[in-house]
């Protein structure tokens, strides 16, 4: 008998990390992941085109630059610099974005030269009249959500997916929950379901066309469909470049304006 | 060897715009004036159409360390002779160094915080004939030299130039009842407009608070209007007094609330005093559970000389709200009114603005004056309620 259970014993010893990572970890020891597999790249501009389409298919387009900046033991801190439409050329959006505090946002208003500070409880609402929210836009820290795992399943394109449910940890968000897809491999966002405060899938975000950037993925576009309205919002990107060189000097309200 | 001559300072001149763009953008509107009610004075008329033209021209180079900008304005109504001019708004070169800007010449700068009055806002003179709102402004003749701090900045101006305020003329609405005489203004100081004024300002982020300091000595913007003569007929001098400011911006950003300050003190040779405006904002965001943002608004104005103020903001209290409709359009309306706590006066304003297509702009604002007492600063307006309507075509 004594022989027979030694084995069992060693098993269960050698076993019990495993069985003690809950979908809870094991969903934040992924997220934490992702996040370190894309960190290091210190800053990084891009071109952005905006594509809104009603349901009756008529479109509207917005033109807007973006600058990151990484920022250690604290959220990025973004550049929005508006192209198009005509009517808010020339306006700025500088964020500072913490994690589970509130960001702290400043707005450039070209016509009266005003630097404007906004209230930053805003994170449901829609960026520009898009399908996007201020919080799917924003710098997306591991903190700023709880998570829990789900499963591994295909995802297409051969690539296979995590898949984990995460909870916003942070005030006033629009969601109840998001159901995010994950590359296995190199941890590229490939989906996100996004859900109402009342359970309901609300809107569903595609990434597509990933290239590589040195060490980093970027997506060439991404596709937000709203499942109530029928809207949709396609973003294009373009002129990816990392490591130009940016500073905190950049990222100062009083540069804004002079920006264009 | 003749046609290569005349071509070559254009071809050079492609090549430069070619490695360096040269941006163009601007607008064009259309603008829509009627005053329902009869007019005080005879001359005055009832509506007028008018055209605006503002290209805007800008020219990067150096990584947009060096900077190029022209913005002309011109102005054509056909109710007010006064009201057709034109303005260079900016033809500035900008040079930015490491933790250094400088500017010079033509510019505009915005001080300030609050919405129903901009008290503190000094460098550029008001351009009365665009809009009562007081945020139309004058180009102003400057160097600029801004050291860039840790969120925060301070600035030197120097001002060797200048603007007179605009004044509407007799047929125009929204004027004084005496029509004034920009062309017989006078100065306190015996270099009139090319007294060199100066200005600093210090403004610092720290955590929640946004605040700035500034010192202005120079030229009053605002005008006392003295009675004299033309010919024959009585009209308001405009008299330039020499001024020394002494300002405070304050704004507090919560999640939801805004809290405001604008402090001034000013001292010139006739008088000493304070004013202030101060209040909050309060959105509330996504009202049942539509985009829709409600903030609700008020401040209180503040002058120290009471009822002696020249100032129509001596005792006030503005209450507005603001609804923000996070459309494609960006549909946009801003409604409150001013309650004069000392006199019985009230003036209530809407402004609304809606994109229409990609590229144009439709807006609309309205103003009504209410129990207006003889005696109060406004009561030349009693009868100048308008609404005015905008269609602007964005390049």
């Known amino acids: 008998m ?5 084995p069992i014993l060693i098993l269960l010893v050698f076993s019990t990390p495993l069985m003690a990572e809950t979908p809870e970890k094991k969903g934040l020891r992924i997220a934490k992941a992702a996040d370190r597999r894309d960190s290091g790249w210190k800053d990084q501009t891009a071109d952005m085109i905006m594509i809104l389409r009603n349901r009756r298919g008529s479109k509207s387009v917005r033109k807007i630059r973006t600058k990151t900046l990484e920022v250690r033991n604290d959220g990025d801190k973004g550049l929005s610099l508006f192209d198009e439409p005509a009517d808010v050329k020339g306006t700025a959006m500088l964020t500072f974005s913490h994690g589970l505090q509130p960001d702290d946002q400043w707005l450039y208003l070209p016509a009266l030269k005003r630097v404007k500070r906004i209230a930053s409880r805003n994170k449901s609402g829609p960026f520009m009249g898009s399908e996007f929210a201020f919080e799917d836009l924003g710098s997306q820290e591991v903190g700023k959500y ?10 297409g394109g051969g690539w296979r997916c995590h898949v984990i449910e995460r909870t916003p940890a942070y005030k006033y968000s629009g969601y109840s929950r998001q159901i ?19 359970g309901a899938h609300l809107k569903t975000l595609k990434w597509k066309g990933y290239k590589s950037y040195g060490n980093y993925w970027r997506a060439d576009e991404m596709f937000m469909q709203n499942h109530l309205t029928g809207k949709a919002t396609t973003l294009k990107w373009s002129n990816y470049r990392f490591g130009t060189g940016l500073g905190s000097g950049d990222f100062n309200k009083n540069a804004l304006a002079r920006l264009r | ?54 290209p ?69 003179q008001t351009d009365l004939i665009e ?35 605009t004044f509407p003329g007799a047929e125009g609405r929204l004027r004084t009842p005496l029509v004034v005489d920009t062309d017989q203004a006078r100065y306190e100081s015996d270099a009139e407009q090319k007294h060199l004024d100066y200005a600093l300002r210090w403004n610092q982020t720290i955590g929640a608070v946004d605040a700035a300091l500034s010192w202005f000595d120079g030229t009053a913007r605002d005008p006392e209007l003295l ?48 004013a202030a405006v101060g209040g909050f904002e309060y959105t509330f965001v996504g009202i049942h559970d539509t985009p829709l943002d409600l903030g609700v608004l008020s401040e209180y104005h503040y002058d120290s000389r009471r009822l002696a103020a020249n100032s129509p903001l001596q005792d006030d209290l503005f209450i507005g709200t603001r609804l923000t409709f996070n459309d494609t359009q960006s549909s946009e309306v801003l409604a409150g009114g001013i309650f004069d706590l000392d006199h019985a006066g009230k003036s209530f304003r809407v402004e609304a603005s809606r994109r229409i297509g990609q590229s144009y702009k439709l807006s609309l604002e309205g103003q009504l004056f209410s129990d207006i007492a003889s005696h109060d600063p406004l009561a030349a307006f009693a009868a100048d309620d308008f609404i005015r309507i905008e269609l602007t075509r964005y390049f």
């Open chain 1, 2 to 6: 004594k022989r027979r259970l030694v």
């Open chain 2, 227 to 274: 009675p004299g003569t033309k010919g024959s007929e009585s009209i308001l001098i405009p008299y330039y007094p020499q001024l020394r400011q002494a300002g405070l911006e304050f704004q507090y950003t919560g999640e939801a609330w805004l809290w405001k300050l604008e402090a001034v003190h000013r001292d010139t040779e006739q008088e000493d005093y304070r």
């Open chain 1, 180 to 198: 995010s897809w994950l590359d296995t491999r190199e941890y590229r966002p490939v989906k996100v379901e996004y859900y109402d405060r009342k």
């Open chain 2, 1 to 54: 060897m003749r046609l290569i001559k005349r071509l070559l300072p254009a071809f050079s001149m492609a090549v430069a715009s070619a490695a360096y763009p040269v941006e163009w953008s601007g607008n064009l509107a259309v603008e829509v004036r009627t005053f329902p009610s009869t007019a005080q004075w005879p001359e005055q008329k009832d509506n007028g159409l008018s055209l605006s033209f503002q």
């Open chain 2, 131 to 165: 809009n009562i709102d007081g945020e139309d402004k004058l180009g102003q003749p400057m160097v600029r030299v801004t050291r860039v701090l840790e969120d925060g900045a301070i600035d030197l101006f120097l001002l060797p130039w200048f603007r007179e305020r």
């Open chain 1, 146 to 155: 709880r998570y829990k795992y789900l499963r591994e399943e295909a995802c």
């Open chain 2, 56 to 124: 805007e021209l800008r020219h990067r180079w150096n990584d947009g360390d060096q900077a190029f900008t022209f913005i002309p304005f011109v102005r054509v109504d056909s109710m007010d002779e006064e009201r057709t001019h034109a303005d260079i708004r900016e033809l500035k070169y900008l040079h930015v160094a490491d933790g250094w800007e400088v500017r010079a010449g033509i510019d505009k700068v915005f001080w300030g915080v609050t919405e129903s009055q901009h008290l503190v806002d000094i460098v550029n």
